[in-house]
């Protein structure tokens, strides 16, 4: 224990002089704005700071500190138009629409906002005291996964998708099913062979992932706010008069913040698996672990649990990716594999001798990751009413702005039009889908979870030879297949015998 408070007073007074706390608050309010964007997200805000950083000659440890501020910056960016416009602002902010939307759309933009933010906040701090008491002893469990078990985990992501499914299962499946179809387009990696893309060479690299969630939220959440307004509806809603949850709304969703950080920071640790990962399990977790006590709950509609527990899990799952990157070597998302691209500028390369060698920079951004977080909570609460005031711009003005700036990210990525004109496409049909009551989430889900399943499960046949048994060998696999059988068939069991229940006893 002496030990870790030793490394600790080496990170905070790294982190806590005069230049390192500017860099961070800094990164914070760029992180911030980068997540209000729909189609930048933080891979694109760390790629575009590395060559400033850099050219600015900034100590190695500060660069990490600006890089790691602005990643978990536009995590809490990512939810603002989620909540607000129902346009995630990146990857990790899908599963927020689902009740962020909502309960804007009731008054409660401000309460949304604030509560996003503090269970951002918790999950930042959960994550962090477990890469400070955990880090060696969660990178060698992380070992144990290889391509058998992250295909599994990702069949276990999917079972969790059940929860979303609703009333209407095999529409939730039909979207699903889509989305794997698209993540499909383009050339096979280990073959060559051009797949669904209809001798367009526009379709060879796929069709990227910010096209899909911008088409299908923003251009489909514009297109039906679009036909409110000329059917004469208003789309402006008035926001409460508090700007910030009160301790009542903290409590009742206290639990479901706390379990979230905890399977938020165990995904993190993954390699590769992701915040958007992380976010689906917990959400789909607290969906599940609610409605079983309370059948009542309203999941979807306006529950303050299905805010906070994705929120919780994605800012959890964002610091838990700096495990395997900073023990092993081995970067726990995309962002964290562009920041041990920007290590190399400096000669530095991450993994085990690190926490020896240079003491300075892992215990100083572990502290900084804290403090960044500390800062946008000061920083995002009193905000709350500026973000809230997008609501009432009116529709006329805000259909076109929206538009505007979602077809200027989307345009960044290729700088082509024809990412134009699929983002209208895509949308189009996704308006239509919505017309027709086809959930948004699991084709989302589909789209990100798809490849990763598909580049897992190629990788631990091709080591085998085409072996199918080895999806099943190893203790974790196995533990991940059980797992995903109990989530499909324990509720659905429960809710059977609560309809038999019901039956025998209409009274009750």
Partial sequence: MSGIVDHLSIGF??????????VAAIGSFI?????????LGPINGV?????????????????????????????????ITSILLNVPGEASAIMTTLDGYPLA????????LSLSAASAFVGAIVSVTGIILLAPMLAKWALAFGPAEYFVLMVFAFCCLTSLLGKQPIKGVLAAMIGLGIATIGVDSNSGVYRYTFDSVHLSDGIDFVVVVIALFAVAEMLEMLEKVTGGQSVEVQSSGRKIFNLKELAFTWWSIVRSSLVGFGVGVLPGAGASVAAAVAYSQEKRIIENKDPDAKFGKGDMRGLVAPESAATASAIGSF?????????????TAVMMGALTLYNITPGPVLFDTKPELVWGLIASLFIANVLLFIMNVPM?????????????LMVPGILSISFIGVYAINAGTFDLLLVVGIGTIGYFLRKFGVPMAPLVLGVVLGDMMEQNLRRALSITDGNVSVLFQSNVSIGLWIAALAVVIVPQSLRKLRQRRKAANPAA
Avoid at 13 to 22: D, I, P, Q, R
Avoid at 31 to 39: A, E, F, H, K, Y
Avoid at 105 to 112: D, I, P, T, Y
């Fill in 384 to 396: 709350v009413r500026v973000f809230s005031k997008v609501l009432s711009v009116p529709g006329w």
């Fill in 13 to 22: 007074g790294v982190a806590f002089s005069l230049t390192n706390l500017l």
């Fill in 47 to 79: 790629a575009m700071l590395i060559p400033i950083a850099f050219a600015m000659n900034l100590p190695p440890e500060t660069a990490l500190i600006l890089l790691a501020a602005v990643y978990v910056g536009a995590e809490y960016g990512g939810r």
């Fill in 323 to 335: 495990v395997p990157m900073l023990t092993l070597g081995v970067p726990g998302s995309g962002t």
């Fill in 31 to 39: 992180g911030t704005m980068v997540g209000v964007l729909p189609g």
């Fill in 105 to 112: 759309r009731q008054g409660m933009a401000n309460v949304a």
